[in-house]
T-cell receptor, first 114, second 114 residues
Framework: DADVTQTPRNRITKTGKRIMLECSQTKGHDRMYWYRQDPGLGLRLIYYSFDVKDINKGEISDGYSVSRQAQAKFSLSLESAIPNQTALYFC?????????????FGSGTQLSVL | GQQVMQIPQYQHVQEGEDFTTYCNSS?????IQWYKQRPGGHPVFLIQLVKSGEVKKQKRLTFQFGEAKKNSSLHITATQTTDVGTYFCAGRRGSGGSNYKLTFGKGTLLTVNP
């Protein structure tokens, strides 16, 4: 959805570099998520935040950190990138006040670690 | 932890044939959602099922939730080339805490030969 914006769209970096992926949303949703997608492995949850100052680990948080600077912004950092972190990263949001609380995804960031 | 298994991983059909993807959870779910990801795109919400034995239809798509709330299926009747993409199921265990997050299946990639 255009209301969930991820930057950059593509990034190539080298092993050991620090990388930050940004996500911002104009939907007014309270909950935000970071997923990574690898071929054949589906979508795996890295971190999620139910509100500002709330941070929770997902299935695969090792090697990642996040910051929820404001309700609209949720950034993902790789402190020291490694090649197996090469993947497609999605940010998503949801509204806890809705009945089905569906996820709205950004367009993704393709990260390559050489 | 919770696992959501989805089969098949790939399905290739001739246009006009039917298609089904199946989802099985290792634990009872409170609800299950289905998403579609077009090639090069991001996942987009299709539907949520909540009740035991629930069946919902969206035009040529039929979604079912099992009686035990541990399995679900998506059936597409008379596929069209616009149905191409990866279909994901995502299950939620409960209503609070870490159980609330969605766990995605690995997805079924559908290709349609015109």
């Amino acid at each position: 959805d255009a209301d969930v914006t991820q930057t950059p769209r593509n990034r190539i970096t080298k092993t050991g570099k620090r990388i930050m992926l940004e996500c911002s949303q104009t939907k007014g949703h309270d909950r935000m998520y970071w997923y990574r997608q690898d071929p054949g492995l589906g979508l795996r949850l890295i971190y999620y935040s139910f509100d500002v100052k709330d941070i929770n680990k997902g299935e695969i948080s090792d090697g990642y950190s996040v910051s929820r600077q404001a309700q609209a912004k949720f950034s993902l950092s790789l402190e020291s990138a490694i090649p197996n972190q090469t993947a497609l990263y999605f940010c998503a949001t949801s509204d806890s006040g809705t009945a089905n609380e569906k996820l709205f995804f950004g367009s993704g960031t393709q990260l390559s670690v050489l | 932890g919770q696992q959501v298994m989805q089969i098949p991983q790939y399905q290739h059909v001739q246009e006009g044939e039917d298609f089904t993807t199946y989802c099985n959870s290792s634990t009872t779910l409170s609800n299950i959602q289905w998403y579609k990801q077009r090639p090069g795109g991001h996942p987009v919400f299709l539907i949520q099922l909540v009740k035991s034995g629930e069946v919902k239809k969206q035009k040529r798509l039929t979604f079912q939730f099992g009686e035990a709330k541990k399995n679900s299926s998506l059936h597409i009747t008379a596929t069209q080339t616009t149905d191409v993409g990866t279909y994901f199921c995502a299950g939620r265990r409960g209503s609070g805490g870490s159980n609330y997050k969605l766990t995605f299946g690995k997805g079924t990639l559908l290709t349609v030969n015109p």
